[in-house]
């Protein structure tokens, strides 16, 4: 039974571009949720996708926006990235929007030049 | 203010020793407190864990104690092994009732067993 998948695993991309990060949910799972981790860092949340709409989101600004699939895949999006956008992208699934059952993916390393 | 303290920010254990993590919440609302173990590369992984009507749940060499009074709940790792080498976090969030369910995690505390 597959995990969560998030894909690129690494990703250069240089200041003032947009990026976009892809995760797939465990099987069984309906809700996706999307944590930064700086280096050093705990995770921090960003937003949380269930019934394809954004139900919670964290102090992010606008540049990060997402979407949600019908078959419950989610995109990460970042607009006008900044040097301090560098970070590890994780995804995160469960079933309901509950942290309860959180599943991670082993995340996307974005680095910004 | 949601937010979670973690200490130490670094431990170096002896294997077959004890391993102690400390986290400390702020926000009473907060009903769910798990802990992440995290390898290189790796995203989180679910280690254990706790709700506040317990004071301790253990899983094999793994406990966690809780206290809610003083707001402080800890991560006991007996027998530490080379393998459990790795970072851990706290976190906390609701699991009931309105608003937020999100992750709030600790800084981590980076976990190296020598043998």
């Known amino acids: 039974d597959a995990g969560v998948t998030q894909s690129p695993t690494h990703l250069i991309k240089t200041r003032g571009q947009q990026v976009t990060l892809r995760c797939s949910p465990k099987s069984g799972h309906d809700t996706v949720s999307w944590y930064q981790q700086a280096l050093g860092q705990g995770p921090q949340f960003i937003f949380q996708y269930y019934e394809e709409e954004e139900r919670q989101r964290g102090n992010f600004p606008d540049r990060f926006s997402g979407h949600q699939f019908p078959n419950y895949s989610s995109e990460l999006n970042v607009n006008a990235l900044l040097l301090g956008d560098s970070a590890l992208y994780l995804c995160?699934?469960?079933?309901?929007?509950?942290?309860?059952?959180?599943?991670f993916g082993s995340g996307t390393r974005l680095t910004v030049v | 203010q949601q937010q979670v303290k973690q200490s130490p920010q670094s431990l170096i254990v002896q294997k077959g020793g004890i391993s102690i993590i400390n986290c400390a919440y702020e926000?009473?609302?907060?009903?769910?407190f798990p802990w992440y173990q995290q390898f290189p590369g790796k995203g989180p992984a679910l280690l254990i864990a706790i709700r506040p009507d317990v004071s301790e749940k253990k899983e094999g060499r793994f406990t966690i104690s809780f206290n809610k009074s003083a707001k402080q709940f800890s991560l006991h790792i007996m027998d530490s092994q080379p393998g459990d080498s790795a970072t851990y976090f706290c976190a906390a969030s609701r699991d009931s009732g309105a608003g937020s369910y999100q992750l709030t995690f600790g800084k981590g505390t980076k976990l190296s067993v020598i043998p």
């Open positions: 995160a699934s469960s079933l309901g929007d509950r942290a309860f059952g959180y599943t």
């Open positions: 926000n009473t609302a907060f009903d769910y």
